[in-house]
């Protein structure tokens, strides 16, 4: 998967943690609310309970029945443990109290009750709930331990969330590769097996076109006709080459069988196999090295004259007859830089300036041709230049780590 699709899959990833934390924090918070003070606490109607309860005289009047649920019980205790008053109070709860007493029940429970307290002027009220209805656990924490509560709940939350999130990338990852590795899988076969299917047919064309254009019974209109289906053809298979050679590089399915090269000798010998082709014939060619022997560099002589042969040919195929070809050499920037220079290729636009770059790929209009050559110097730890005429130029920059010591 390309990177545009990596990177939205775990954002989207990144914002659904984030999301689900924040629902987690702010529910947590919802129910702290609802079940304290702010909400529904237990301890807020046992107020109103005792503001319910009135004394006159010497007698007691609670108005308060509907406060207390049903299995709600309450009391009042005087200064003595005494109690005083009481509403639906059990039996098995004691009518008078210790301050041992009270100190406990108040902090615990009162019978297994659970219990609350209020205290009065005229003593302390307890209200009672059903057995088994509430829960109550005292906590005591020292004051530092208490300030350092929230850094430490929020450090944990914080390596949650990057465990989640670093889980969720290997994942991601994982899948995506598989999926890229899928899509490769398919493109290379797919490739492969047109690749072959042109071939064939290909090869027969050529060979037809190849007699024809010998053929001493024909007419010079149509030999010339054969050469032209022979050289198109030659075009078409040097195409089809192309693919799946640019295609195994995107995959690093190929191989670098590196070896020493020579660049003077290398570039000599490639300049000679192109014009013995024929394929320069009506452009000049001209071919600049320095007098001092360029250092020898390490690389894969295969795919570095398959580089420099794009670029010749590109020369060829997009200008007319007659325009100068120049390849060269030299020893720049703690590299080697390898030259083509021609004329304009067609469709690509000239700006003013000789030295305009153009985009690595070498433009749509090329086609596969100057992708190659971007790819082959990408392999070998360098770069590639192209620069918009008149005249057109490509540079291959060979980085240092590449260089060893000249003959």
């Avoid at 090295?289 to 295969?302: G, I, N």
Wanted: net charge negative; aromatic share 10%; glycine share 10%.
């Amino acid at each position: 998967m390309n990177l545009r699709s990596f990177l939205k899959g775990t954002l989207l990833m990144t914002v659904s943690a984030a999301l689900i934390a924040l629902v987690t924090v702010v529910g947590f918070l919802a129910f702290i609310y609802y079940n304290s003070s702010g909400g529904r606490d237990w301890g807020v109607p046992i107020q109103q309970v005792s503001d319910a309860l009135d004394r006159d005289g010497t007698e007691y009047q609670f108005k308060g029945e509907e406060l207390l649920e049903t299995g709600c019980w309450a009391m009042l205790l005087d200064q003595q443990g005494q109690v005083v008053w009481s509403f639906r109070k059990p039996q098995e709860v004691p009518e008078q109290y210790t301050v041992a007493d009270v100190a406990a029940f108040t902090r615990w429970y009162l019978q297994d009750y659970p219990v609350q307290c209020w205290v009065r002027e005229d003593g302390l009220l307890v209200v009672g709930s059903p057995k088994g209805s509430l829960w109550k656990h005292d906590i005591a924490m020292d004051i530092r331990t208490l300030l350092q509560t929230p850094f430490w709940f929020g450090g944990i939350f914080l390596l949650a969330l990057g465990c989640v999130l670093g889980l969720s990338y290997r994942a991601a990852r994982h899948w995506f590769r598989q999926a890229q590795q899928a899509r490769d899988a398919a493109r290379s076969e797919w490739i492969n097996g047109v690749s072959h299917d042109i071939r064939t047919p290909l090869s027969v064309v050529m060979g037809y076109a190849a007699q024809l254009e010998e053929a001493p019974d024909l007419s010079p209109t149509r030999q010339k006709q054969a050469a032209i289906i022979r050289t198109q053809s030659q075009a078409i298979r040097d195409l089809v080459n192309d693919l799946n050679l640019t295609m195994r590089l995107d995959c690093a399915m190929q191989p670098l069988r590196k070896e020493t090269v020579h660049p003077d000798s290398f570039l000599r010998q490639t300049a000679a196999d192109f014009l013995n082709g024929g394929m320069a014939e009506g452009f000049p060619f001209e071919i600049d090295l320095p007098a001092k022997p360029l250092p020898a560099v390490e690389a894969d002589p295969f795919l570095l004259r398959r580089a420099v042969n794009n670029l010749l040919t590109n020369c060829v195929r997009h200008n007319a007859p007659g325009c100068s070809i120049h390849l060269g050499a030299r020893a720049r920037q703690g590299g080697l830089v390898l030259w083509v220079e021609g004329g304009t290729p067609a469709d690509t636009p000239a700006p003013a300036g000789p030295d305009h770059p153009l985009e690595p790929d070498g433009g749509a209009a090329h086609g596969t041709g100057l992708r190659l050559v971007a790819q082959i110097a990408a392999a070998h730890g360098g770069q590639a230049s192209f620069y918009a005429g008149p005249p057109f130029r490509c540079e291959l920059w060979l980085p240092l780590g590449q260089i060893k010591s000249g003959p």
